[in-house]
Structure formats: structure tokens, C-alpha cells
Nanobody, 115 residues
Framework: QVQFLESGGGLVQPGGSLRLSCTTA????????VGWYRQAPGKQRELVAS???????TYADGVKGRFTISRDNAKKTVHLQMNSLKPEDTAVYYC?????????WGQGTQVTVSS
């Protein structure tokens, strides 16, 4: 069972930071690439950051230099450190493999950036 469980979201002021975590009862070791996705109201879900099992990372243009993704296969967790948050980062954030697998979606964690 790989369904992810996300946590760490909340309400933060612009310029603030949050660290998101996701974990699973299954394993992420076999996933060559895992990612954090987000979906803002009225918008399609988008890939924000990804990390391969060898440590290669990718970031969406709007978060480069502000977000950092990490993964710990032994602990079956994936983290997203988000700094210098902006109102446009407001969204529900999810973990999944890249490409996504329908059975892996969790409930997500809400991030709201507002003063």
C-alpha cells in the first residue's frame, strides 16, 4: 500500500517558510522519481519539484531557489522545504511518483500564504 500521507501545511505570511512531509506505509525505494505536486483553486494540478533515487532534482520555474525537495527511502518520507513563500504558492500540496500513479494520491496538505 503506497498511498501517501501529507502533512506540514498551514497558514503562513508572505516571506515565511514551511516544511512539508509525506510518508507511506509502503515503500518509495522502488520509485525512480518522486515529486511534490500542487493544485490551486481553479487550476490544474502541477508538478512543483521532483527527485530521483540518484539525487537529481527538478523544480518548476516559479519555485526555483525557494523550494528544496529531499527523500529518505529508509524512512519512506519525502520532504519539501519551502522558503520565501508567496501568495501564489497557495494550494493543496500532494506527493506522488513521477509519472503519477492514481493509487498513490493522498488527501494533500493545504498551504495558504496570506497576510
Amino acid at each position: 500500500q503506497v498511498q501517501f500521507l501529507e502533512s506540514g501545511g498551514g497558514l503562513v505570511q508572505p516571506g515565511g517558510s514551511l516544511r512539508l512531509s509525506c510518508t507511506t506505509a509502503g515503500s518509495i525505494s522502488f520509485m525512480s522519481r518522486v515529486g511534490w505536486y500542487r493544485q490551486a483553486p481553479g487550476k490544474q494540478r502541477e508538478l512543483v519539484a521532483s527527485r530521483t533515487s540518484t539525487g537529481l532534482t527538478t523544480y518548476a520555474d516559479g519555485v526555483k531557489g525557494r523550494f528544496t525537495i529531499s527523500r529518505d527511502n529508509a524512512k519512506k518520507t519525502v520532504h519539501l522545504q519551502m522558503n520565501s513563500l508567496k501568495p501564489e504558492d497557495t494550494a493543496v500540496y500532494y506527493c506522488n511518483a513521477v509519472p503519477t500513479q492514481n493509487d498513490y494520491w493522498g488527501q494533500g496538505t493545504q498551504v495558504t500564504v496570506s497576510s
